[in-house]
T-cell receptor, first 113, second 111 residues
Framework: EAGVAQSPRYKIIEKRQSVAFWCNPI?????LYWYQQILGQGPKLLIQ????????DSQLPKDRFSAERLKGVDSTLKIQPAKLEDSAVYLC???????????FGQGTRLTVV | AQSVTQPDIHITVSEGASLELRCNYS??????LFWYVQSPGQGLQLLLK??????LVQGIKGFEAEFKRSQSSFNLRKPSVHWSDAAEYFC?????????FGKGTMLLVSP
């Protein structure tokens, strides 16, 4: 069974530039999560989708971050404009439903300079 | 709101010694609890989970965890640590389908 796919693995951008991350969840998984993991901290939930609807985006900085999950399958997370403090690993995860175990991709390491 | 506390930022254990990583949660109802492990540059891998039933759960790689409702704890244990267990360990709790993580405990294994 294929796992959660994320791309790119690494990205370096200058502050005020924009960047987008892509995630393809495990086939059949209705729930998709985007987490931000700053160095030395645990993952922080940015947004959670159930199919193509948003379940929780309370911690998403909506002035600069946006995410979509068209057709309830793959998802993109965008940052525009990026700030230095956005440097982190962005993890995508999926699960069959919210309460079940989540499977994680390898993440995208973003460095903003 | 749910929260997870992992009081130990770093733990160093000798290879072959036993291990216990602490996790406390704040949650109103019966929680869904998880332990994940993260190796450098990798995503998170599920070690074990507790949903209901037997409070002692077995996971992969020889890990186990015990749910203690009275102490709001879900500590992770392993009887004999191997050098390959060196990694960061995260406890997580699920409420209303949202998964919340602790800040993690870095496990260092000494020869």
């Amino acid at each position: 069974e294929a796992g959660v796919a994320q791309s790119p693995r690494y990205k370096i951008i200058e502050k005020r530039q924009s960047v987008a991350f892509w995630c393809n969840p495990i086939s059949g998984h209705a729930t998709l999560y985007w987490y931000q993991q700053i160095l030395g901290q645990g993952p922080k939930l940015l947004i959670q989708f159930q199919n193509n609807g948003v379940v929780d985006d309370s911690q998403l900085p909506k002035d600069r971050f946006s995410a979509e999950r068209l057709k309830g399958v793959d998802s993109t997370l965008k940052i525009q404009p990026a700030k230095l403090e956005d440097s982190a690993v962005y993890l995508c995860a999926s699960s069959t439903r919210g309460e079940s175990e989540a499977f994680f991709g390898q993440g995208t390491r973003l460095t903003v300079v | 709101a749910q929260s997870v506390t992992q009081p130990d930022i770093h733990i160093t254990v000798s290879e072959g010694a036993s291990l216990e990583l602490r996790c406390n949660y704040s949650y109103g109802a019966t929680p869904y609890l998880f332990w994940y492990v993260q190796s450098p540059g990798q995503g998170l891998q599920l070690l074990l989970k507790y949903f209901s039933g037997d409070t002692l759960v077995q996971g992969i790689k020889g890990f186990e965890a015990e749910f203690k409702r009275s102490q709001s704890s879900f500590n992770l244990r392993k009887p004999s640590v191997h050098w390959s267990d060196a990694a960061e360990y995260f406890c997580a709790v699920s409420e209303y389908s949202t998964l919340t993580f602790g800040k993690g405990t870095m496990l260092l294994v000494s020869p």
